[in-house]
Protein backbone atom coordinates (compact mmCIF):
# COMPACT_ATOMS: atom_id res chain seq x y z
CA UNK A 1 0.00 0.00 0.00
CA UNK A 2 1.13 3.76 -0.87
CA UNK A 3 1.74 6.00 2.07
CA UNK A 4 -1.19 8.58 3.14
CA UNK A 5 -0.16 11.70 0.64
CA UNK A 6 0.75 15.17 2.45
CA UNK A 7 2.42 18.09 1.14
CA UNK A 8 6.31 17.73 1.87
CA UNK A 9 6.56 20.68 3.27
CA UNK A 10 4.26 23.84 5.01
CA UNK A 11 5.59 27.04 6.53
CA UNK A 12 3.96 30.18 8.24
CA UNK A 13 4.84 33.31 10.85
CA UNK A 14 4.65 33.06 14.11
CA UNK A 15 0.92 33.54 14.71
CA UNK A 16 -0.48 32.41 11.34
CA UNK A 17 -2.31 29.44 11.02
CA UNK A 18 -1.60 26.54 8.68
CA UNK A 19 -3.01 23.61 7.79
CA UNK A 20 -1.59 20.02 6.67
CA UNK A 21 -3.56 17.82 4.51
CA UNK A 22 -3.69 14.07 4.18
CA UNK A 23 -5.15 12.26 1.56
CA UNK A 24 -5.86 8.71 1.21
CA UNK A 25 -9.12 6.18 -0.10
CA UNK A 26 -12.21 5.11 0.96
CA UNK A 27 -10.50 1.99 1.97
CA UNK A 28 -8.29 4.06 4.74
CA UNK A 29 -8.80 7.65 5.48
CA UNK A 30 -12.74 8.44 3.91
CA UNK A 31 -14.00 4.41 5.68
CA UNK A 32 -12.94 5.22 9.12
CA UNK A 33 -13.07 7.81 12.13
CA UNK A 34 -9.14 5.93 13.18
CA UNK A 35 -6.97 9.26 11.32
CA UNK A 36 -4.40 10.32 14.02
CA UNK A 37 -1.51 13.06 13.63
CA UNK A 38 1.96 12.79 15.42
CA UNK A 39 4.53 15.50 15.57
CA UNK A 40 7.85 14.42 15.81
CA UNK A 41 11.26 16.45 16.11
CA UNK A 42 13.81 14.44 14.68
CA UNK A 43 15.68 12.21 17.90
CA UNK A 44 13.33 11.92 19.30
CA UNK A 45 9.81 9.88 20.10
CA UNK A 46 6.92 10.85 18.06
CA UNK A 47 4.26 12.46 19.89
CA UNK A 48 0.40 12.23 19.64
CA UNK A 49 -1.60 15.23 19.00
CA UNK A 50 -5.27 14.36 17.20
CA UNK A 51 -6.82 11.00 17.68
CA UNK A 52 -10.15 10.04 15.65
CA UNK A 53 -9.74 12.50 13.31
CA UNK A 54 -10.51 15.73 15.85
CA UNK A 55 -9.68 14.79 19.72
CA UNK A 56 -7.07 16.17 21.29
CA UNK A 57 -5.09 14.25 23.94
CA UNK A 58 -5.28 15.60 27.94
CA UNK A 59 -1.92 17.96 27.44
CA UNK A 60 -1.81 18.91 23.90
CA UNK A 61 -2.80 22.59 23.39
CA UNK A 62 -6.15 23.77 21.88
CA UNK A 63 -3.99 25.18 19.16
CA UNK A 64 -3.98 21.88 17.57
CA UNK A 65 -7.36 20.95 15.66
CA UNK A 66 -8.30 18.17 13.45
CA UNK A 67 -10.96 17.42 10.51
CA UNK A 68 -11.91 14.93 7.76
CA UNK A 69 -14.03 15.25 4.63
CA UNK A 70 -13.98 12.59 2.40
CA UNK A 71 -11.00 11.09 1.61
CA UNK A 72 -8.75 14.09 2.88
CA UNK A 73 -7.80 14.93 6.93
CA UNK A 74 -6.59 17.97 7.88
CA UNK A 75 -4.58 18.78 10.77
CA UNK A 76 -4.67 23.08 11.76
CA UNK A 77 -2.38 25.05 13.96
CA UNK A 78 -3.17 28.04 15.06
CA UNK A 79 -0.99 31.05 16.97
CA UNK A 80 2.01 28.98 15.16
CA UNK A 81 4.81 29.20 17.58
CA UNK A 82 8.51 28.50 16.97
CA UNK A 83 8.39 25.39 19.13
CA UNK A 84 5.83 23.98 16.11
CA UNK A 85 8.36 23.41 14.45
CA UNK A 86 8.62 19.60 13.37
CA UNK A 87 7.68 16.67 10.93
CA UNK A 88 3.59 15.89 11.46
CA UNK A 89 2.89 12.22 10.39
CA UNK A 90 -1.31 11.37 9.53
CA UNK A 91 -2.07 7.55 10.13
CA UNK A 92 -5.49 5.67 8.93
CA UNK A 93 -6.99 2.51 10.38
CA UNK A 94 -7.25 0.59 6.85
CA UNK A 95 -9.87 -1.98 5.15
CA UNK A 96 -6.94 -4.64 5.27
CA UNK A 97 -6.83 -4.75 9.08
CA UNK A 98 -3.59 -2.13 9.16
CA UNK A 99 -2.03 1.41 9.68
CA UNK A 100 -0.65 3.77 7.07
CA UNK A 101 1.26 6.50 7.65
CA UNK A 102 1.61 9.76 5.33
CA UNK A 103 4.56 10.67 3.74
CA UNK A 104 5.35 13.41 6.25
CA UNK A 105 5.07 17.45 6.06
CA UNK A 106 7.90 19.18 7.71
CA UNK A 107 6.90 22.59 9.26
CA UNK A 108 8.93 25.42 9.34
CA UNK A 109 8.12 28.39 11.44
CA UNK A 110 9.17 31.32 9.08
CA UNK B 1 5.48 7.61 33.83
CA UNK B 2 5.42 5.45 30.42
CA UNK B 3 8.91 4.13 29.74
CA UNK B 4 9.54 1.94 26.45
CA UNK B 5 12.99 1.14 26.30
CA UNK B 6 14.21 -0.68 22.73
CA UNK B 7 17.43 -2.66 22.26
CA UNK B 8 18.86 -5.51 20.21
CA UNK B 9 19.41 -3.65 17.17
CA UNK B 10 22.69 -3.48 15.39
CA UNK B 11 24.12 -4.04 12.29
CA UNK B 12 23.60 -7.48 10.63
CA UNK B 13 24.21 -8.88 7.12
CA UNK B 14 21.70 -9.38 4.38
CA UNK B 15 19.62 -12.65 4.55
CA UNK B 16 20.54 -11.86 8.67
CA UNK B 17 18.56 -12.47 11.98
CA UNK B 18 17.65 -9.79 14.40
CA UNK B 19 15.36 -10.15 17.36
CA UNK B 20 14.49 -6.58 19.45
CA UNK B 21 12.90 -6.11 22.58
CA UNK B 22 11.23 -3.62 24.42
CA UNK B 23 11.17 -3.16 27.59
CA UNK B 24 7.57 -1.43 29.40
CA UNK B 25 7.46 0.11 32.48
CA UNK B 26 4.77 2.93 34.55
CA UNK B 27 1.75 0.91 33.20
CA UNK B 28 -0.11 -2.30 33.44
CA UNK B 29 1.80 -3.65 30.08
CA UNK B 30 -0.78 -6.91 29.53
CA UNK B 31 -3.73 -4.13 29.26
CA UNK B 32 -2.40 -3.00 25.91
CA UNK B 33 -2.01 -3.72 22.44
CA UNK B 34 1.64 -3.07 21.12
CA UNK B 35 2.64 -1.90 17.54
CA UNK B 36 6.48 -1.82 16.07
CA UNK B 37 6.82 1.69 13.72
CA UNK B 38 10.21 2.63 11.70
CA UNK B 39 11.78 5.00 9.87
CA UNK B 40 14.31 4.57 7.38
CA UNK B 41 17.00 7.41 6.47
CA UNK B 42 15.74 10.26 5.33
CA UNK B 43 11.97 8.49 5.53
CA UNK B 44 9.35 8.89 6.71
CA UNK B 45 7.61 6.93 9.56
CA UNK B 46 5.84 2.91 8.39
CA UNK B 47 3.60 1.08 10.59
CA UNK B 48 5.33 -2.43 11.08
CA UNK B 49 3.29 -4.57 13.60
CA UNK B 50 1.63 -4.31 16.23
CA UNK B 51 -0.27 -7.26 18.67
CA UNK B 52 -3.48 -7.04 21.05
CA UNK B 53 -3.00 -7.16 24.68
CA UNK B 54 -3.30 -10.90 25.08
CA UNK B 55 -0.87 -12.02 22.59
CA UNK B 56 -4.18 -13.53 20.29
CA UNK B 57 -4.02 -11.66 17.98
CA UNK B 58 -1.06 -10.30 15.55
CA UNK B 59 -1.25 -8.07 12.53
CA UNK B 60 1.69 -7.32 9.84
CA UNK B 61 2.47 -4.91 7.38
CA UNK B 62 2.81 -6.48 3.73
CA UNK B 63 6.13 -5.70 3.57
CA UNK B 64 7.00 -7.43 6.64
CA UNK B 65 4.53 -10.49 6.61
CA UNK B 66 6.61 -13.58 6.26
CA UNK B 67 9.44 -12.46 7.23
CA UNK B 68 9.22 -11.37 10.95
CA UNK B 69 7.29 -11.97 13.85
CA UNK B 70 5.89 -9.75 16.98
CA UNK B 71 5.10 -11.56 20.64
CA UNK B 72 4.84 -10.34 23.53
CA UNK B 73 5.71 -11.55 27.36
CA UNK B 74 3.38 -10.14 29.82
CA UNK B 75 4.85 -11.21 32.99
CA UNK B 76 8.28 -9.74 31.70
CA UNK B 77 6.31 -6.95 30.48
CA UNK B 78 8.20 -7.12 27.58
CA UNK B 79 7.61 -6.69 23.89
CA UNK B 80 9.57 -8.64 20.69
CA UNK B 81 9.89 -8.21 16.90
CA UNK B 82 11.47 -11.09 15.43
CA UNK B 83 12.81 -10.49 12.17
CA UNK B 84 14.23 -12.99 9.47
CA UNK B 85 15.75 -12.70 6.23
CA UNK B 86 16.66 -9.22 6.43
CA UNK B 87 17.04 -6.95 3.45
CA UNK B 88 18.67 -3.28 2.81
CA UNK B 89 15.58 -1.20 3.09
CA UNK B 90 14.94 -2.83 6.52
CA UNK B 91 17.66 -0.76 7.96
CA UNK B 92 15.72 2.05 9.70
CA UNK B 93 14.90 2.51 13.17
CA UNK B 94 12.54 0.77 15.04
CA UNK B 95 10.13 2.12 17.51
CA UNK B 96 7.96 0.54 19.65
CA UNK B 97 4.83 2.06 20.47
CA UNK B 98 1.95 1.90 22.99
CA UNK B 99 -1.61 1.78 21.78
CA UNK B 100 -5.09 3.28 23.38
CA UNK B 101 -6.31 0.14 24.43
CA UNK B 102 -6.03 -2.79 24.71
CA UNK B 103 -7.37 -4.32 21.67
CA UNK B 104 -6.39 -1.85 19.35
CA UNK B 105 -3.10 0.31 18.50
CA UNK B 106 -4.58 1.86 15.73
CA UNK B 107 -3.63 5.26 18.26
CA UNK B 108 -0.55 5.14 19.43
CA UNK B 109 -0.30 7.40 22.47
CA UNK B 110 3.86 6.62 23.60
CA UNK B 111 6.52 5.50 22.14
CA UNK B 112 9.98 4.71 22.69
CA UNK B 113 13.44 6.35 21.50
CA UNK B 114 13.61 4.25 18.81
CA UNK B 115 16.64 1.69 18.03
CA UNK B 116 18.93 1.14 15.15
CA UNK B 117 18.63 -1.32 12.58
CA UNK B 118 21.50 -1.53 9.98
CA UNK B 119 21.04 -4.11 7.45
CA UNK B 120 24.71 -3.99 5.19
CA UNK B 121 27.46 -6.46 3.70
Known amino acids: QSALTQPASVSGSPGQSITISCTGT?????????VSWYQHHPGKAPKLMIY???NRPSGVSNRFSGSKSGNTASLTISGLQAEDEADYYCSSYTSSTTVLFGGGTKVTVL | EVQLLESGGGLVQPGGSLRLSCAASGFPFSAYAMTWVRQGPGKGLEWVSA????????FYADSVKGRFTISRDNSKNTLYLQMNSLRDDDTAVYFC??????????????WGQGTLVTVSS
Open chain 2, 51 to 58: IIDSGGAT
Open chain 1, 52 to 54: EVS
Open chain 2, 97 to 110: ARGRNAMSSVTIDN
Open chain 1, 26 to 34: SSDVGGYKY
